[in-house]
């Protein structure tokens, strides 16, 4: 499978904003796609939920 990527939007807990990011596309065991990225100004986690393709 190809490797895929979200380029967006991100809400940072640790700064309180929404950031503009690029992150992986992964799938979980139950299906669902997250995208996660790290914060371009914290470094900290970041991880948005996508809708089924």
Not at 16 to 31: M, S
Not at 36 to 48: E, F, H, I, Y
């Amino acid at each position: 499978m190809a490797e895929d990527t979200y380029t967006g939007s991100f809400y940072c807990v640790k700064c309180k904003d929404h950031r503009e990011a690029q992150g992986e596309v992964v799938v979980n065991a139950k299906g669902t796609r997250i995208a996660k990225a790290k914060c371009p100004v914290c470094s900290t986690n970041l991880t948005r939920f996508l809708p089924k393709a």
